[in-house]
Every structure is written in structure tokens, then in C-alpha cells.
């Protein structure tokens, strides 16, 4: 599956927190709902309902088993009173009537508001390295923040001596992203790096021999 047809959503549905205070010590009781997919017709939506007391999961809905699930002595008597009533069928329900309906408003949204990264090619010299070569590509400015970088030698996807930071946020909207290759040169061979994105509508390809001699910046 490309990219450019992933998208994640986490929807906050309900935050509930209750707080009681004895003597020096408080203790938290707090709910979180999340709607998530990956696939951009939301086929593979699934809700979780998830209730914690003091950081600590105690019963979760989980849509793909369509019912509560304890985590403890506690939740685990919970979930079994909650599974016999009609709680339980209300919770499934909120997949198709709130989850999908507000994704696709989401995605709606945000879908023509993508910005192409800008990518940047550079060879990076590292004190005590055990490879004779390593390069960085560098994705900037780009939104949404989901985004994928690899690696090709002559066409192949290389999976080893690689190094990737995750999304990070500039402040402004924006996001950066940052790869490294650790590499022994051959001789003829062709070392690229890809990038897959939102604002692509197919896999974009930099090729480190074509770009060694640029100033490094592609837009």
C-alpha cells in the first residue's frame, strides 16, 4: 500500500477525569476513546475505549472483539457486567455512527492541504565510523507529518545500515525527517533515496549521483 493512502486518526470521544484527594495523596480516574484507520476508505476502522486509574489500563472496549476486556481483578469483574448489559451494544455501534463519519469529514479536510517536502541529499563524515561512506536524506517542511524514507540500491529497497528519526514537528505546522545509509561504495552502482507522501501522487526517487554535484535542495 503507497503512503499517500495512509492516514491515521485518533479522535478523542470522551476525557473524563475524577480526582480524589486523601490526605497527601491523589488519585486519577480517567477515560480516553479513540477512533484509528490506516486505509484511506476506512475499511479498517477500529474503536478503543480504554479507562485508566493511576496510568494504569483496568477494562478497554476493543471493537474487534465487539466487547469490554479487563486488565485486573477489578476490570476484569467490570467487564463481565458490562458484556451482560446494553453498554456493550452502544459501543459498538459508535464505530459506524461517529468513527467513520467523522474521519471522512477529517479527511476531507485536510486532503487538499498537504505541502511536498523538501528533500536534501548530503554525505555526513562521522568520527570513528566503520564504513568508508554515509549518507542523510532529509526530508523539511511537509504536512501532513505521515511520511516514509528508504533506501534503493540499483532499484533494490535496502533494509540494513539504516537509521531513520521519527516525524519531527517544527512549530509551525510543519515537519521534518531525517535518514541515514551506511554504506561501502561499488563501483557503477546507483544509491537513491525515496520518498513517500501525502503530497505525492506516487513514490518520489532522489538519486545520490545525480545530486552530489547540486547544492542538495529538490523541491
Known amino acids: 500500500m503507497s503512503l499517500q493512502k495512509l492516514f491515521s486518526c485518533h479522535l478523542i470521544l470522551a476525557l473524563s477525569i475524577c480526582l480524589v484527594v486523601e490526605s497527601a495523596n491523589v488519585y486519577y480516574r480517567y477515560r480516553i476513546s479513540r477512533c484509528i484507520y490506516s486505509s484511506s ?3 479498517d476502522m477500529v474503536y478503543f475505549d480504554n479507562s485508566y486509574f493511576n496510568k494504569y489500563l483496568f477494562i478497554q472496549f476493543d471493537s474487534t472483539l465487539g466487547r469490554f476486556v479487563g486488565f485486573n481483578e477489578y476490570g476484569m469483574k467490570l467487564a463481565e457486567i458490562l458484556n451482560s448489559g446494553p453498554l456493550v451494544y452502544e459501543e459498538r455501534d459508535i464505530v459506524d ?3 467513520k463519519g467523522n474521519a471522512e469529514i477529517f479527511d476531507s479536510s485536510i486532503s487538499d492541504k498537504s505541502v511536498k517536502p523538501k528533500v536534501k541529499l548530503s554525505s555526513v563524515t ?3 565510523g566503520g564504513h568508508p561512506a554515509v549518507l542523510m536524506c532529509s526530508a523539511y517542511e ?3 507529518p505521515h511520511i516514509k524514507v528508504s533506501w534503493l540500491r540499483d532499484g533494490k529497497l535496502m533494509t540494513s545500515e539504516v537509521t531513520s528519526t521519527m516525524e ?3 512549530g509551525d505546522w510543519y515537519y521534518q525527517i531525517h535518514s541515514e545509509l551506511e ?3 561499488k563501483s557503477g552502482e546507483e544509491i537513491s533515496c525515496m520518498v513517500e507522501h501525502a503530497s ?3 513514490p518520489m526517487i532522489y538519486d545520490w549521483g545525480k545530486m552530489r554535484h547540486s547544492t542538495g535542495v529538490i523541491l
Request: with cysteine.
Open 168 to 170: 519531527m514537528a517544527d
Open 200 to 202: 505525492f501522487n506516487k
Open 97 to 99: 455512527w461517529f468513527c
Open 183 to 185: 554504506y561501502t561504495p
Open 126 to 128: 562521522r568520527a570513528g
Open 142 to 144: 511537509f504536512y501532513p
Open 41 to 43: 476508505n476506512i475499511s
